[in-house]
C-alpha cells in the first residue's frame, strides 16, 4: 500500500509540473487581453513609447465591423473587419505571441490603410475576444488563418486580392499557413520577424530569457503541449511550410531583435521556395521596423504588394 501511496504521490506531482510547464508557456488568461498600452519591457520600447501610443489612439478611433468565424476545432473566432472601398484588396494581419491585435498592427494597419487596402485584423485564438485558452504557437493558428483568407474570400469575391501579414508569432503563423489549401487569390505573404518554428523559439527563449539549459526542459515542453493543449509542439514549423509554397513572400526583421533573432529571417529566406525579399532594419528591435523607419517598411511593403498587382 506505501508503494502505492508514492507512486500516485510522484504521478501526481509529476502531472502537477506538466500542467505548470503548459501554463508558463501556453496557457492564456484574462491577464493577457485587451492591454492596448502595454508596452513590452526593455529601452527599444521605452522610446518608442509615444509614436506607438499615438498610433494605437489612432486606430482605436476607427470604425470597424465585429466579425466572427468558427475555427476547425469549434472556437468561436473573433476579427474586425475595417472597411475603405468595395471591391479593394484585403490585408489579413494576424498579432503575436500574448500580444493584441490593435497595439501590434498600429503600424501596419495605418500603412494597409493608405494603401487603400480593407482590413481584417484578428484577434488570435486564446487572446482578444477569440475563444480558447491554449496558445500552439502557429500549428493550430495556421488553420484559423486559412479559415479566415476563406471568410475573406467569400465575403469579397474571387476578384479581390488577399494578403496575409503578421508580427511575430502572426508571422511566423501566416508562413505556416502558406502550404494549406488557401484561396487562389491569396497574392502575398508579409511575414514581420517571424520564426522559423515553434520548437526553435521555446528554445532559444528557455535558454536567453529563463537561463536554463533547454535540452533537458523540451521534452517536458513536448510533453505538456500534447497533454493539455492538444498539439505537437513539432507539428507545424514555418521553414517547412516556405519550402514548400508557390505564394511570394516578404520577409521583415529587425537587426537589433532581441527576442526573435534576425538570423531565424534569413533562415526562411535561405529555404523559401516561392519568390521572396529579405529586408531588415539596423537598429530596429521585435516588431519595431515600423516604428523605427516608416519610410522604408513602406517602400518595401508597397513595392512588394504593387509587383503581385492590386
Not at 515553434?198 to 500534447?226: D, F, T, W
Not at 517602400?299 to 492590386?310: D, I, K, L, W
Amino acid at each position: 500500500m506505501a508503494v502505492l501511496i508514492a507512486a500516485l504521490i510522484l504521478a501526481a506531482l509529476a502531472l502537477a509540473v506538466l500542467y505548470a510547464v503548459w501554463a508558463l508557456a501556453f496557457r492564456s488568461t484574462a491577464r493577457w487581453r485587451r492591454k492596448y498600452s502595454a508596452m513590452p519591457e526593455g529601452e527599444q520600447y521605452y522610446v518608442n513609447r509615444d509614436f506607438m501610443l499615438s498610433l494605437i489612439d489612432e486606430m482605436r478611433g476607427l470604425e470597424y465591423e465585429d466579425v466572427e468565424i468558427k475555427s476547425f476545432d469549434g472556437l468561436t473566432l473573433h476579427g474586425r473587419w475595417y472597411q475603405l472601398r468595395e471591391g479593394a484588396p484585403v490585408q489579413i494581419e494576424m498579432h503575436g505571441y500574448r500580444g493584441e491585435a490593435v497595439r501590434d498592427f498600429c503600424g501596419g494597419n495605418r500603412l494597409s490603410r493608405s494603401m487603400g487596402m480593407n482590413t481584417l485584423v484578428v484577434d488570435q485564438r486564446a487572446h482578444g475576444e477569440s475563444g480558447g485558452k491554449c496558445i500552439s504557437f502557429g500549428v493550430k493558428e495556421r488553420f484559423d488563418c486559412q479559415s479566415w483568407a476563406q471568410y475573406a474570400y467569400l465575403r469579397c469575391g474571387p476578384e479581390t486580392p488577399i494578403y496575409l501579414a503578421g508580427v511575430s508569432m502572426g508571422a511566423a503563423t501566416v508562413l505556416m499557413a502558406a502550404d494549406l489549401q488557401l484561396p487562389h487569390t491569396v497574392r502575398g505573404i508579409i511575414a514581420d520577424c517571424p520564426y522559423t518554428s515553434p520548437e526553435a523559439i521555446i528554445r532559444k527563449v528557455v535558454s536567453q530569457y529563463l537561463r536554463l539549459p533547454a535540452g533537458p526542459l523540451m521534452p517536458l515542453v513536448r510533453l505538456s503541449a500534447r497533454l493539455f493543449g492538444g498539439f505537437s509542439l513539432s507539428g507545424a514549423s514555418a521553414e517547412k511550410s516556405v519550402a514548400e509554397t508557390d505564394i511570394p513572400i516578404l520577409l521583415i526583421h529587425g537587426e537589433d531583435d532581441r527576442f526573435v533573432p534576425c538570423d531565424m529571417s534569413r533562415e526562411l529566406a535561405a529555404k523559401c521556395a516561392s519568390p521572396h525579399e529579405l529586408v531588415t532594419f539596423p537598429g530596429a528591435g521585435h516588431g519595431l521596423s515600423y516604428i523605427v523607419d516608416p519610410a522604408r517598411y513602406e517602400r518595401a511593403v508597397r513595392q512588394f504588394v504593387g509587383e503581385r498587382g492590386e
